[in-house]
């Protein structure tokens, strides 16, 4: 259970920084801020965390009073998945039915692209219970793959804002969130300024893809589905 929150925003400081590595907290190593971000998840709390597209919110997926958490946080449709973020492809294969080589996988991932297949039962039925499909992340970003690591079970990941509001590319952008997050991970301005967030591409059914959202990397993904691995795409 999150005990009652006192928001730790703590700045990850850039491999080629010498300056200042924190703004609001002591923490000046990204060892502690990936242990103290763990403790926050472990205890059922919502995090804010730098992705390769855009700031997200993070939970633990298989803690169901967690993902309620977050879509309250949001203002959220109840209707409208959530995400799942691990960090190696070797673990999307514990959680979804993969109908793909892996070879694809390792094409795609880690970067800026969901992936969408079936479920597998071992997912928490109270995550995205309307559904059979989950789509699930790997972000070109290594802080978030090492905070996948450590948890040792994927994240409910979704985008850092009050639901229909604009994306957010920096931890300032969504400063009315804080007081309801244990942790805000500052990982400084996001590069991709486009904030279309990831291309989301369901790939559930044998030899077909659907683009469910273009998002920013939708022409090397197309690339990548039809003219090395020869899928067609899924206009149903």
Known sequence: MCKELKTKVLRLTPPNSNGPSVRQERH??????????????????VVAVPTD???????????????????????????????????EIQ??????????????????????????????????????PFTSLVGV?????????RLCQMCGEPLALTSANISSHTS?????????????????????????????G?????LSVLGKYRIIRPGCALSSTVDVLQHKYALSEDSG
């Not at 597209?53 to 946080?73: E, M, P, V």
């Not at 991970?185 to 279309?196: N, T």
């Open 28 to 45: 000046t190593d990204s060892a502690e801020i990936l242990s103290c971000t763990v403790k926050a998840l472990k205890e059922g709390c």
């Open 137 to 145: 992340r790997i972000p070109d970003h290594a802080f978030m793959r």
């Open 53 to 87: 597209t855009i700031y997200g919110l993070a939970c633990l997926a298989q803690n169901s009073d967690a993902i309620r958490k977050t879509y309250s946080i949001k203002g959220r449709n109840g209707h409208k998945p959530l995400a799942i973020c691990v960090g």
């Open 168 to 196: 957010t590319l920096a931890v300032n952008e969504f400063q009315e969130l804080w007081p309801k997050l244990a942790v805000v991970v500052d990982g400084g301005p996001i590069e991709d300024q486009s904030r279309l």
């Open 91 to 128: 673990d999307i294969y514990k959680y979804c039915k993969v109908m793909v080589k892996k070879e694809m996988l390792d094409d795609l991932l880690p970067g800026p692209v969901t992936l969408v297949f079936e479920r597998s039962e071992i997912l928490n039925s109270d995550f995205n």
């Open 198 to 202: 990831s291309t989301v591409v369901d």
